[in-house]
Protein backbone atom coordinates (compact mmCIF):
# COMPACT_ATOMS: atom_id res chain seq x y z
CA UNK A 1 0.00 0.00 0.00
CA UNK A 2 1.19 3.26 -0.70
CA UNK A 3 3.00 5.10 1.91
CA UNK A 4 0.96 8.07 3.93
CA UNK A 5 2.32 11.53 2.41
CA UNK A 6 1.09 13.35 4.87
CA UNK A 7 4.24 11.70 7.62
CA UNK A 8 7.68 11.91 7.59
CA UNK A 9 8.85 8.84 6.25
CA UNK A 10 9.49 6.05 9.34
CA UNK A 11 7.67 7.70 12.16
CA UNK A 12 4.00 8.46 12.72
CA UNK A 13 4.67 12.09 13.11
CA UNK A 14 2.86 14.34 10.78
CA UNK A 15 4.51 16.64 8.83
CA UNK A 16 4.47 20.32 10.03
CA UNK A 17 5.82 24.10 9.57
CA UNK A 18 7.96 23.46 12.25
CA UNK A 19 10.25 20.79 11.40
CA UNK A 20 8.91 18.50 14.41
CA UNK A 21 9.28 15.21 14.10
CA UNK A 22 8.55 13.55 17.51
CA UNK A 23 5.25 13.14 18.35
CA UNK A 24 5.10 14.40 21.77
CA UNK A 25 6.72 17.77 20.76
CA UNK A 26 4.17 18.22 17.83
CA UNK A 27 1.05 17.25 20.46
CA UNK A 28 2.64 20.35 22.85
CA UNK A 29 3.08 22.70 20.13
CA UNK A 30 -0.31 21.94 18.48
CA UNK A 31 -1.65 22.62 22.19
CA UNK A 32 -0.01 25.58 22.59
CA UNK A 33 -0.64 26.93 19.31
CA UNK A 34 -4.54 26.18 19.40
CA UNK A 35 -4.88 28.00 22.97
CA UNK A 36 -4.28 31.06 20.67
CA UNK A 37 -5.89 30.30 16.83
CA UNK A 38 -8.79 29.26 19.60
CA UNK A 39 -9.16 32.51 21.17
CA UNK A 40 -9.06 34.89 17.74
CA UNK A 41 -11.62 32.08 16.28
CA UNK A 42 -14.27 32.49 18.89
CA UNK A 43 -14.23 36.35 17.71
CA UNK A 44 -14.60 35.76 14.45
CA UNK A 45 -17.36 34.59 12.19
CA UNK A 46 -16.80 31.57 9.60
CA UNK A 47 -19.61 31.18 7.00
CA UNK A 48 -22.29 28.08 7.42
CA UNK A 49 -20.87 26.77 4.16
CA UNK A 50 -18.04 23.94 3.56
CA UNK A 51 -15.38 26.91 2.25
CA UNK A 52 -16.49 28.60 5.84
CA UNK A 53 -15.66 25.10 6.93
CA UNK A 54 -12.25 24.81 5.21
CA UNK A 55 -11.68 28.90 6.32
CA UNK A 56 -12.30 27.62 10.23
CA UNK A 57 -9.87 24.74 9.66
CA UNK A 58 -7.21 26.85 7.64
CA UNK A 59 -7.55 29.44 10.73
CA UNK A 60 -7.08 27.09 13.76
CA UNK A 61 -4.06 24.86 12.46
CA UNK A 62 -2.76 27.16 9.60
CA UNK A 63 0.76 27.56 11.90
CA UNK A 64 1.23 24.16 11.77
CA UNK A 65 0.21 22.33 8.35
CA UNK A 66 0.82 23.57 5.11
CA UNK A 67 -2.81 21.58 3.93
CA UNK A 68 -4.55 23.65 6.66
CA UNK A 69 -8.07 24.28 5.09
CA UNK A 70 -7.42 21.17 2.60
CA UNK A 71 -9.84 18.35 1.96
CA UNK A 72 -7.36 14.84 2.75
CA UNK A 73 -6.14 13.25 0.19
CA UNK A 74 -6.17 9.65 2.00
CA UNK A 75 -8.97 7.69 2.81
CA UNK A 76 -8.53 7.05 6.71
CA UNK A 77 -10.40 4.83 9.06
CA UNK A 78 -11.03 4.50 12.87
CA UNK A 79 -11.65 1.27 14.82
CA UNK A 80 -11.91 -0.65 11.52
CA UNK A 81 -14.55 2.05 9.79
CA UNK A 82 -13.67 4.23 6.91
CA UNK A 83 -14.80 7.34 6.97
CA UNK A 84 -16.14 9.14 3.40
CA UNK A 85 -13.55 8.26 0.73
CA UNK A 86 -11.67 11.09 -0.74
CA UNK A 87 -13.01 11.14 -4.26
CA UNK A 88 -16.76 12.03 -1.83
CA UNK A 89 -15.63 14.30 0.23
CA UNK A 90 -16.21 17.78 -1.47
CA UNK A 91 -20.10 16.66 -2.61
CA UNK A 92 -21.03 15.60 0.67
CA UNK A 93 -19.19 18.65 2.64
CA UNK A 94 -21.12 20.92 -0.05
CA UNK A 95 -24.86 18.51 0.94
CA UNK A 96 -24.11 18.71 4.59
CA UNK A 97 -23.68 22.67 4.71
CA UNK A 98 -26.58 23.09 2.06
CA UNK A 99 -28.93 21.00 4.50
CA UNK A 100 -28.14 23.39 7.01
CA UNK A 101 -28.11 26.69 4.89
CA UNK A 102 -32.03 25.17 4.18
CA UNK A 103 -32.76 25.20 7.90
CA UNK A 104 -31.24 28.60 8.48
CA UNK A 105 -28.32 27.48 10.44
CA UNK A 106 -30.83 26.57 13.03
CA UNK A 107 -32.50 29.82 14.15
CA UNK A 108 -35.16 30.67 16.08
CA UNK A 109 -35.52 27.14 17.54
CA UNK A 110 -36.58 26.38 20.89
CA UNK A 111 -33.26 25.06 23.08
CA UNK A 112 -34.10 21.37 23.05
CA UNK A 113 -34.63 20.85 19.24
CA UNK A 114 -31.82 23.41 18.88
CA UNK A 115 -29.12 21.20 20.35
CA UNK A 116 -30.80 17.53 19.23
CA UNK A 117 -30.18 19.20 15.34
CA UNK A 118 -27.04 20.08 15.91
CA UNK A 119 -25.57 17.13 17.47
CA UNK A 120 -27.09 15.40 14.47
CA UNK A 121 -25.22 18.61 12.57
CA UNK A 122 -21.84 17.41 14.08
CA UNK A 123 -22.50 13.79 13.75
CA UNK A 124 -23.03 14.00 10.20
CA UNK A 125 -19.21 16.13 9.46
CA UNK A 126 -17.18 13.23 11.61
CA UNK A 127 -18.45 10.65 9.53
CA UNK A 128 -17.27 13.09 6.68
CA UNK A 129 -14.25 13.98 8.18
CA UNK A 130 -12.35 16.29 5.97
CA UNK A 131 -9.17 16.67 7.04
CA UNK A 132 -5.86 14.63 7.82
CA UNK A 133 -5.33 15.94 11.04
CA UNK A 134 -7.65 18.24 13.30
CA UNK A 135 -11.55 17.38 12.74
CA UNK A 136 -12.39 17.30 16.18
CA UNK A 137 -11.13 20.75 17.37
CA UNK A 138 -12.83 22.16 14.51
CA UNK A 139 -16.10 20.29 14.87
CA UNK A 140 -16.07 22.08 18.63
CA UNK A 141 -15.20 25.34 17.27
CA UNK A 142 -17.86 25.06 14.45
CA UNK A 143 -20.51 23.77 16.89
CA UNK A 144 -19.74 26.98 19.05
CA UNK A 145 -20.42 29.64 16.23
CA UNK A 146 -23.47 27.41 14.97
CA UNK A 147 -24.59 27.78 19.02
CA UNK A 148 -23.64 31.83 19.47
CA UNK A 149 -25.27 32.57 16.24
CA UNK A 150 -28.87 30.65 17.13
CA UNK A 151 -28.64 32.24 20.56
CA UNK A 152 -27.92 29.14 22.55
CA UNK A 153 -24.23 29.61 23.11
CA UNK A 154 -21.94 26.73 24.40
CA UNK A 155 -18.24 27.03 25.75
CA UNK A 156 -15.63 24.89 23.59
CA UNK A 157 -13.89 24.44 26.97
CA UNK A 158 -16.72 23.09 29.04
CA UNK A 159 -16.96 20.42 26.11
CA UNK A 160 -16.39 17.14 28.43
CA UNK A 161 -13.99 15.61 25.79
CA UNK A 162 -14.08 11.98 27.21
CA UNK A 163 -17.97 11.92 26.22
CA UNK A 164 -17.44 13.88 23.45
CA UNK A 165 -15.51 10.72 22.01
CA UNK A 166 -17.47 8.22 23.19
CA UNK A 167 -20.67 10.21 21.25
CA UNK A 168 -18.39 10.56 18.62
CA UNK A 169 -17.84 6.67 18.21
CA UNK A 170 -21.29 6.07 19.04
CA UNK A 171 -22.19 7.99 16.27
CA UNK A 172 -20.12 7.28 13.99
CA UNK A 173 -20.68 3.36 14.17
CA UNK A 174 -24.53 3.63 14.73
CA UNK A 175 -25.46 6.85 13.35
CA UNK A 176 -27.00 7.87 16.41
CA UNK A 177 -26.64 11.46 17.47
CA UNK A 178 -28.66 11.87 20.52
CA UNK A 179 -25.15 11.54 22.82
CA UNK A 180 -23.62 14.01 21.09
CA UNK A 181 -26.73 16.42 21.48
CA UNK A 182 -26.13 16.00 24.67
CA UNK A 183 -22.78 17.03 25.34
CA UNK A 184 -23.17 19.58 23.21
CA UNK A 185 -26.34 20.61 25.29
CA UNK A 186 -23.91 20.26 28.62
CA UNK A 187 -21.68 22.49 27.19
CA UNK A 188 -24.16 25.73 26.79
CA UNK A 189 -23.86 28.73 28.37
CA UNK A 190 -27.03 29.13 30.71
CA UNK A 191 -27.53 32.73 30.41
CA UNK A 192 -29.83 32.68 32.83
CA UNK A 193 -28.31 31.20 35.79
CA UNK A 194 -25.42 33.47 35.18
CA UNK A 195 -24.07 34.83 38.45
CA UNK A 196 -22.78 38.63 38.82
CA UNK A 197 -20.32 39.27 41.27
CA UNK A 198 -20.38 43.13 43.61
CA UNK A 199 -16.64 43.04 43.76
CA UNK A 200 -15.38 45.27 46.74
CA UNK A 201 -12.12 45.68 47.90
CA UNK A 202 -9.00 43.35 46.54
CA UNK A 203 -11.19 41.69 44.36
CA UNK A 204 -13.14 40.02 47.37
CA UNK A 205 -16.95 38.97 46.79
CA UNK A 206 -19.71 41.13 48.43
CA UNK A 207 -23.52 40.72 48.56
CA UNK A 208 -26.16 43.05 47.05
CA UNK A 209 -26.66 46.63 49.23
CA UNK A 210 -29.47 45.72 51.64
CA UNK A 211 -31.41 47.38 54.57
CA UNK A 212 -29.64 46.60 58.39
CA UNK A 213 -31.29 43.40 59.85
CA UNK A 214 -33.45 44.02 62.45
CA UNK A 215 -33.13 41.41 65.88
CA UNK A 216 -30.79 40.11 68.55
CA UNK A 217 -26.98 40.38 67.37
CA UNK A 218 -25.04 37.97 68.64
CA UNK A 219 -20.75 38.20 68.64
CA UNK A 220 -19.38 35.07 66.35
CA UNK A 221 -15.79 33.98 67.22
CA UNK A 222 -14.28 33.33 63.39
CA UNK A 223 -13.82 29.91 64.23
CA UNK A 224 -17.67 29.56 64.34
CA UNK A 225 -18.11 31.61 61.67
CA UNK A 226 -16.31 28.78 59.63
CA UNK A 227 -17.97 25.87 61.46
CA UNK A 228 -21.41 27.85 60.19
CA UNK A 229 -20.56 28.14 56.82
CA UNK A 230 -19.20 24.24 56.52
CA UNK A 231 -22.30 23.49 57.82
CA UNK A 232 -24.95 25.89 56.02
CA UNK A 233 -22.98 26.81 52.87
CA UNK A 234 -23.71 24.04 50.41
CA UNK A 235 -27.56 24.56 50.81
CA UNK A 236 -27.35 28.18 50.82
CA UNK A 237 -25.72 27.63 46.94
CA UNK A 238 -28.60 25.19 46.09
CA UNK A 239 -30.85 27.67 47.49
CA UNK A 240 -29.42 30.85 45.77
CA UNK A 241 -28.88 29.16 43.24
CA UNK A 242 -33.29 28.23 43.22
CA UNK A 243 -34.56 31.44 44.28
CA UNK A 244 -32.75 32.93 41.38
CA UNK A 245 -33.92 30.18 38.95
CA UNK A 246 -37.90 31.20 40.74
CA UNK A 247 -37.54 34.71 40.14
CA UNK A 248 -36.77 33.97 36.30
CA UNK A 249 -39.31 31.83 35.73
CA UNK A 250 -42.07 33.75 37.46
CA UNK A 251 -40.64 37.16 35.60
CA UNK A 252 -39.36 39.29 38.65
CA UNK A 253 -38.23 42.53 38.79
CA UNK A 254 -35.53 43.19 37.05
CA UNK A 255 -33.85 44.78 40.28
CA UNK A 256 -34.77 41.80 42.37
CA UNK A 257 -33.18 38.83 39.58
CA UNK A 258 -29.86 41.35 39.56
CA UNK A 259 -29.68 41.25 43.72
CA UNK A 260 -30.11 37.27 43.15
CA UNK A 261 -27.63 37.22 40.59
CA UNK A 262 -25.02 39.02 42.88
CA UNK A 263 -25.80 36.90 46.35
CA UNK A 264 -25.38 33.72 43.96
CA UNK A 265 -22.22 35.06 42.77
CA UNK A 266 -21.38 35.72 46.59
CA UNK A 267 -21.71 32.30 47.88
CA UNK A 268 -20.04 30.89 45.09
CA UNK A 269 -16.85 32.92 44.62
CA UNK A 270 -13.71 31.97 45.75
CA UNK A 271 -13.46 35.26 47.56
CA UNK A 272 -16.49 34.60 49.17
CA UNK A 273 -17.30 34.08 53.10
CA UNK A 274 -15.04 31.26 53.69
CA UNK A 275 -12.17 33.42 52.50
CA UNK A 276 -12.92 36.19 53.96
CA UNK A 277 -13.06 34.48 57.23
CA UNK A 278 -9.44 33.64 56.72
CA UNK A 279 -8.61 36.98 55.72
CA UNK A 280 -9.82 38.78 58.97
CA UNK A 281 -8.29 36.26 60.78
CA UNK A 282 -4.72 36.70 59.22
CA UNK A 283 -5.19 40.79 60.15
CA UNK A 284 -6.27 39.64 64.05
CA UNK A 285 -9.74 40.21 63.67
CA UNK A 286 -11.10 38.02 66.18
CA UNK A 287 -15.17 37.94 66.24
CA UNK A 288 -18.42 39.76 64.41
CA UNK A 289 -21.55 40.86 65.65
CA UNK A 290 -24.16 38.78 63.34
CA UNK A 291 -27.94 38.66 63.69
CA UNK A 292 -28.45 34.62 63.91
CA UNK A 293 -31.79 32.60 64.98
CA UNK A 294 -33.09 28.93 64.70
CA UNK A 295 -35.86 30.17 62.86
CA UNK A 296 -33.24 31.20 59.59
CA UNK A 297 -32.55 29.03 56.35
CA UNK A 298 -29.21 28.49 55.35
CA UNK A 299 -28.96 31.16 52.78
CA UNK A 300 -30.46 33.51 55.32
CA UNK A 301 -27.37 31.79 57.63
CA UNK A 302 -25.07 32.65 55.51
CA UNK A 303 -26.07 36.10 54.16
CA UNK A 304 -26.06 37.38 57.39
CA UNK A 305 -22.32 35.90 58.57
CA UNK A 306 -21.85 37.49 54.77
CA UNK A 307 -23.42 40.74 55.83
CA UNK A 308 -21.32 40.72 59.44
CA UNK A 309 -18.31 40.07 57.38
CA UNK A 310 -18.49 42.67 55.47
CA UNK A 311 -18.68 45.25 57.44
CA UNK A 312 -15.34 44.31 58.90
CA UNK A 313 -13.74 44.02 55.57
CA UNK A 314 -15.07 47.25 54.68
CA UNK A 315 -13.69 48.94 58.07
CA UNK A 316 -10.00 47.64 56.80
CA UNK A 317 -7.74 50.00 55.92
CA UNK A 318 -6.68 49.56 52.28
CA UNK A 319 -3.13 49.06 52.71
CA UNK A 320 -2.71 46.31 55.48
CA UNK A 321 -5.79 44.59 53.27
CA UNK A 322 -3.70 44.29 49.95
CA UNK A 323 -0.84 43.18 52.14
CA UNK A 324 -3.26 40.46 53.47
CA UNK A 325 -4.43 39.61 50.23
CA UNK A 326 -1.17 39.09 48.70
CA UNK A 327 -0.01 37.09 51.50
CA UNK A 328 -3.21 34.55 51.22
CA UNK A 329 -2.46 34.18 47.79
CA UNK A 330 1.30 33.27 47.06
CA UNK A 331 1.15 31.53 44.41
CA UNK A 332 1.15 27.40 44.93
CA UNK A 333 3.38 25.63 42.19
CA UNK A 334 2.05 22.75 40.57
CA UNK A 335 2.28 18.89 41.46
CA UNK A 336 6.24 17.85 41.19
CA UNK A 337 7.47 21.39 41.33
CA UNK A 338 9.41 23.14 43.56
CA UNK A 339 11.20 26.67 44.12
CA UNK A 340 14.63 25.23 43.26
CA UNK A 341 13.83 23.68 40.13
CA UNK A 342 11.66 26.76 38.90
CA UNK A 343 14.82 28.82 39.28
CA UNK A 344 16.69 26.31 37.51
CA UNK A 345 14.23 26.41 35.05
CA UNK A 346 14.28 30.18 34.50
CA UNK A 347 18.55 29.92 34.31
CA UNK A 348 18.38 27.74 31.35
CA UNK A 349 16.10 29.97 29.53
CA UNK A 350 18.09 33.18 30.35
CA UNK A 351 21.69 31.61 29.79
CA UNK A 352 23.76 31.35 26.76
CA UNK A 353 24.24 28.08 24.97
CA UNK A 354 27.90 28.87 26.40
CA UNK A 355 26.45 29.21 29.99
CA UNK A 356 24.81 25.94 30.12
CA UNK A 357 27.67 23.85 28.71
CA UNK A 358 30.01 25.20 31.65
CA UNK A 359 26.66 24.25 34.18
CA UNK A 360 27.28 21.12 35.37
CA UNK A 361 23.68 20.97 36.34
CA UNK A 362 22.38 22.36 33.11
CA UNK A 363 25.00 21.18 30.76
CA UNK A 364 23.14 17.76 30.01
CA UNK A 365 19.72 20.03 29.32
CA UNK A 366 21.32 22.03 26.51
CA UNK A 367 23.31 18.78 24.91
CA UNK A 368 19.30 17.89 24.06
CA UNK A 369 18.83 21.09 22.27
CA UNK A 370 21.84 21.17 20.29
CA UNK A 371 21.09 17.59 19.52
CA UNK A 372 17.68 18.56 18.18
CA UNK A 373 19.06 21.87 16.05
CA UNK A 374 21.51 19.39 14.34
CA UNK A 375 19.36 16.68 13.33
CA UNK A 376 17.70 19.86 11.64
CA UNK A 377 20.53 21.04 10.02
CA UNK A 378 21.13 17.51 8.98
CA UNK A 379 17.57 17.55 7.30
CA UNK A 380 18.67 20.32 5.75
CA UNK A 381 16.81 22.86 6.98
CA UNK A 382 16.63 26.53 6.98
CA UNK A 383 18.38 28.55 9.56
CA UNK A 384 15.71 29.88 10.45
CA UNK A 385 13.10 26.84 11.09
CA UNK A 386 16.36 25.29 12.87
CA UNK A 387 16.18 28.24 15.18
CA UNK A 388 12.09 27.69 15.47
CA UNK A 389 13.22 24.09 16.34
CA UNK A 390 15.80 24.79 19.17
CA UNK A 391 13.55 27.40 20.70
CA UNK A 392 10.88 24.82 21.14
CA UNK A 393 13.06 22.11 22.30
CA UNK A 394 14.71 24.85 24.93
CA UNK A 395 11.09 25.33 26.48
CA UNK A 396 10.27 21.77 26.85
CA UNK A 397 13.65 20.60 28.20
CA UNK A 398 12.55 23.67 30.78
CA UNK A 399 9.32 22.11 31.42
CA UNK A 400 11.04 18.83 32.68
CA UNK A 401 13.36 20.70 34.66
CA UNK A 402 10.26 22.68 36.06
CA UNK A 403 8.41 19.36 36.79
CA UNK A 404 11.64 17.47 38.17
CA UNK A 405 11.51 14.94 35.16
CA UNK A 406 14.32 13.07 34.05
CA UNK A 407 16.40 14.75 30.74
CA UNK A 408 17.62 12.37 28.01
CA UNK A 409 17.33 12.48 24.25
CA UNK A 410 13.26 11.85 24.38
CA UNK A 411 12.45 15.41 24.34
CA UNK A 412 14.29 16.13 21.09
CA UNK A 413 14.15 13.33 18.99
CA UNK A 414 12.21 11.58 16.87
CA UNK A 415 10.03 8.92 18.06
CA UNK A 416 10.37 5.01 17.21
CA UNK A 417 9.81 3.60 13.48
CA UNK A 418 6.72 1.75 13.23
CA UNK A 419 5.03 1.35 9.77
CA UNK A 420 1.19 1.21 10.09
CA UNK A 421 -0.11 -0.36 6.54
CA UNK A 422 -3.09 2.06 6.63
CA UNK A 423 -3.23 5.75 7.60
CA UNK A 424 -5.09 6.33 10.61
CA UNK A 425 -7.09 9.07 12.18
CA UNK A 426 -4.52 11.23 13.92
CA UNK A 427 -6.80 13.72 15.35
CA UNK A 428 -6.28 12.83 19.08
CA UNK A 429 -9.64 14.52 20.43
CA UNK A 430 -11.44 13.17 16.72
Known sequence: MASDPYIYPGTETLRNKLGITDDKMLTEAERRLMLARGAEAARLTFPATAEGYRALHKHLFQDLYDWAGQDRTVNIAKGGSSFAAVPYLARELDKRFGDVGQQNSFRGLPRDEFFDRLGNHINEINAIHPFREGNGRTMRHHAAQIAREAGHPIRVAAIDKDKWMEASRHGFLTGDHRGMAAVL?????????????????????????????????????????????????????????????????????????????????????????????????????????????????????????????????????????????????????????????????????????????????????????????????????????????????????????????????????????????????????R
Do not use: C, W
Open 185 to 429: AAAAVRRDLAPEARIGPAGIAMLPKRAPPEGQRYRLTLTKVREELDRYLPAARQQAAERLRGLINDDGSSAAIASARTELAYVRHAKGPVYQSHLLTYLGVRQVDAIISPQQTPLERVREIGAALGIQINSQQQAQLQRAVRALEKPVLPPGHAPGQERLAAAFLKNTAEMNHADPRLAPAQAIVDAAMQTARERGESARMVGTIGESTRQLVADRIKSGGSLDAEIGSAAPPTQSPAPRDKDRS
